[in-house]
């Protein structure tokens, strides 16, 4: 099934330190998400993203959804221990649509 | 209120047999999806259900089949296990209308040995 192209595939930071992953499409969606799954669990959902152009933030997380409707990102500000987990990137082409997932980045915070 | 609540947690089958996967939507919620997740890759889109309604299936055999109870929850039936229809699935629940978030429980680990 489709998948969409996400980047890094892993990353190494120190505690402290921005993180910056993106997430692209050959396709056009009208909705992103970003979505965490820590081990055993399923997806927790960070932020969603319903406008071309759109920026927000949920705490130290921003995320902005391309002007393209092709793309996404997704910044962590002054990473935390607990932020160990993979993140993923969903898109989404209408409201009653099935989601379209990426492989995941996964993060992992050296203290 | 309750999340997304999904049983069994874990579950052990053999190759042949059939499996049956039980998820309760978020109170209020209409709409369920299945999705299948293998190591390493993000979910993939099963099923969607919506009012008792098929809504959508993705692109998985016949073995694979849903129905959606008068409550809303939902079973997935996987009959003739393959050793590759071993992964995490996946329930998310969403109100069904509009621009509709879905949540996600916490999965059903599937082992086909």
């Known amino acids: 099934g489709q998948q969409l192209n996400q980047s890094p595939q892993s990353m190494f930071i120190q505690e402290g330190e921005d993180v910056s992953m993106n997430c692209t499409s050959s396709?056009?969606?009208?909705?992103w998400l970003w979505y965490k799954q820590e081990p055993g669990e399923g997806p927790v959902l960070l932020i969603a993203?319903?406008?071309?152009?759109e920026l927000t933030s949920n705490g130290r997380l921003t995320a902005q959804f391309g002007i393209t409707r092709k793309d996404s990102f997704l910044n962590i500000s002054a990473s935390i221990p607990s932020d160990v987990g993979i993140y993923f990137c969903?898109?989404?082409?209408?409201?009653?649509?099935?989601?379209?997932f990426g492989k995941g980045t996964r993060l992992s915070v050296i203290a | 209120d309750a999340g997304v609540t999904q049983s069994p947690t874990h579950l052990i089958k053999t190759r042949g047999q059939q499996v049956t996967l039980r998820c309760s939507p978020i109170?209020?919620?209409?709409?369920v999806s299945w999705y299948q997740q293998v190591l390493g890759q993000g979910p993939q889109f099963i099923f969607q259900?919506?009012?008792?309604?098929?809504?959508g299936r993705g692109n998985f055999p016949d073995r694979f089949s849903a129905r959606q109870f008068p409550n809303y929850s939902s079973e997935l039936n996987v009959n003739a296990l393959l050793l590759g229809d071993s992964a995490l699935y996946l329930c998310?629940?969403?109100?069904?209308?509009?621009?509709?978030?879905?949540?996600f429980g916490p999965g059903t680990r599937l082992t086909v040995l």
């Open positions: 998310a629940s969403s109100g069904g209308t509009g621009a509709d978030t879905q949540y």
């Open positions: 396709s056009i969606f009208n909705t």
């Open positions: 993203l319903y406008k071309a152009g």
């Open positions: 969903a898109g989404q082409r209408s409201g009653n649509t099935p989601l379209v």
């Open positions: 109170s209020g919620h209409k709409s």
């Open positions: 259900y919506y009012e008792k309604e098929e809504r």
